[in-house]
């Protein structure tokens, strides 16, 4: 069923549960404002259909003040993996969601467990406010979702930008990198991911954006990994192919020659073949 809405406000309305049909997600809603309601993790699982399926492109979707647990938020989160459109989620005073359920939003916006998972966080969520920020815990985490998402937001709709940066800014920034990693639980060293033969460069990349003291820290804490991890014979194997490719370059090139030159000969005729070949016997009979 076709449905023009763009925006639909339903704050303060009593809801507590919510009913969506996948077949018939309305296309043109882009805002939806649930404020002050009873939706719990039910209505969240419900909420995830307009956010992962039917073509939907939601902008903003605001639930502060409702009774959203973990749970509920583990759903959406799920749900925003692969979102390419809502910009802004507001889940400010559902007293349900604790530190664990802050920790899973943050993740959602910059996962530090692998270079991959960072440069795949969700690079589109521009505001994320997650939790009344009443402790210390609670104000470091919402901050770096700040961050994660001010990023994002700073990038527009360059999303291989966004998630660059991410990395960049935390990544390669061996403190903000520890911090984020004890967060989420990450133990696993960023270092063990990168191929110890183009570890100079990353090493020059953070000495960039970072300074001499944290690049000196990076390649402190990296040199044991690389000189038991480089593959000297990996590394043979690269020089190999490079002369081989050298090789057949010119091997392309003699032959292009010869085939030129043949052609030139087979043009001059026979005479200009055999004058040429009795100029040679001459030249050999003088030597």
């Known amino acids: 069923m076709y449905s023009p809405i763009e925006a639909l406000n339903c704050d303060n309305c009593g809801i507590e549960a919510i009913e969506i049909d996948s077949e018939h997600i309305p296309k043109h809603l882009k805002s939806l ?13 419900e909420l995830a259909k ?5 073509g939907a492109a939601i902008i903003d979707l605001l639930l502060n003040n409702n009774k959203i647990d973990d749970d509920g938020v583990a759903i959406l989160v799920d749900a925003l993996q692969n ?7 507001d889940l400010m005073s559902n007293q349900g969601i604790a530190a664990e359920g802050m920790k899973m ?53 360059d999303a291989e930008a966004a998630g660059k940066e991410k990395v960049i800014e935390t990544q390669l920034h061996s403190v903000k990198r520890a911090g984020l990693a004890r967060l989420q639980g990450v133990t696993r ?29 990076a390649l402190k804490s990296s040199i044991a990994g ?40 087979a043009a001059d005729g ?12 001459s030249k050999r009979r003088r030597a």
């Open 33 to 45: 404002h649930l404020n002050d309601n009873r939706i719990n993790a039910d209505g969240c699982r």
């Open 50 to 54: 307009l956010l992962q399926g039917g």
């Open 83 to 89: 979102n390419t459109s809502l910009q802004i989620l």
């Open 105 to 157: 939003c943050l993740k959602l916006v910059n996962d530090v467990s692998s270079i991959t998972a960072t440069l795949q966080s969700n690079r589109t969520l521009q505001e994320l406010n997650v939790k009344n920020q009443n402790d210390q815990n609670d104000m470091l985490i919402q901050q770096h979702i700040n961050k994660a998402a001010h990023i994002n937001a700073e990038n527009g709709n």
């Open 189 to 217: 060293s960023f270092y063990s991911e990168i191929n110890p033969l183009p570890l100079p460069e990353v090493l020059a990349l953070a000495g960039r954006h970072h300074g001499q003291g944290e690049l000196y820290v």
């Open 226 to 265: 690389v000189i038991s991890t480089v593959n000297r014979k990996q590394w043979l194997q690269q020089q190999r192919a490079h002369h081989n490719a050298i090789i057949a370059e010119h091997r392309i090139k003699v032959e292009s020659i010869e085939a030129e030159l043949a052609a030139i000969e």
């Open 270 to 281: 026979p005479d200009a073949a055999d004058i040429g070949s009795d100029s040679r016997s």
